[in-house]
């Protein structure tokens, strides 16, 4: 019996060993993740004069560029003064290389650029345009420090692939953890 317990154990090791060398998340993992732990909210001024930004949408696109991320975020403004307060919905994407860090065993965003910026409504874009630059910094800044996916070292089987990871790679649709052979 602990012979046959032990082949068993050592056919598993291998058959296991020789068939998983990658792993992938999914863009709706990615944003599952990001939607439960990124909370990004700035507050300036006072209630005279200041301005509230905060992301209520995140969403992501993998791979639609060679080794690319997209990430999508709408943004509530809301500037407030005496003359005239402005609330807008801003929109805006950025494109990234996405790159993983083996000792917090994170993904995190590089090389950030801003593609597109949209507001709604349409005719506020020029009332906010002084203040898009600042928001956009802010949001380049939080999204390049802080990381779009980390795996949960408590579950064993990510445990073990956090261990295991040595690279990533961008797919159409996925992001692939490259392990160790």
């Given at each position: ?22 792993y ?6 990615m ?9 990004f ?19 992501v ?18 500037i407030?003064?005496p ?20 000792a ?9 650029e ?19 630059p ?7 800044h ?9 795996l ?20 159409p ?9």
């Amino acid at each position: 019996m602990k012979k046959l317990t032990l082949n068993l154990c050592l056919g598993l090791t291998v058959l296991l060993g020789g068939c998983v060398t990658q792993y992938s998340i999914s863009e709706r993992e990615m944003e599952q993740y990001l939607s439960k732990e990124i909370h990004f909210e700035v507050k300036q001024g006072n209630q005279l004069i200041g301005a509230q930004v905060r992301i209520n949408d995140i969403s992501v696109r993998l791979g639609e560029k060679p080794d690319t991320m997209s990430v999508s975020a709408a943004t509530q403004v809301s500037i407030t003064n005496p003359i005239y307060p402005l609330k807008a919905q801003l929109s805006a994407s950025f494109e990234a290389k996405p790159w993983y860090d083996n000792a917090t065993h994170s993904v995190y965003l590089r090389q950030l650029e801003l593609v597109k910026v949209e507001s709604t409504p349409k005719d506020i874009e020029k009332a906010i345009s002084s203040a898009t630059p600042q928001v956009m910094n802010y949001l380049r800044h939080f999204l390049e420090s802080q990381p779009v996916y980390v795996l949960d070292t408590k579950d064993s089987n990510q445990a073990l692939m956090a261990k295991m990871t040595e690279s990533i790679q961008v797919v159409p649709g996925k992001l692939v953890l490259k392990f160790t052979k």
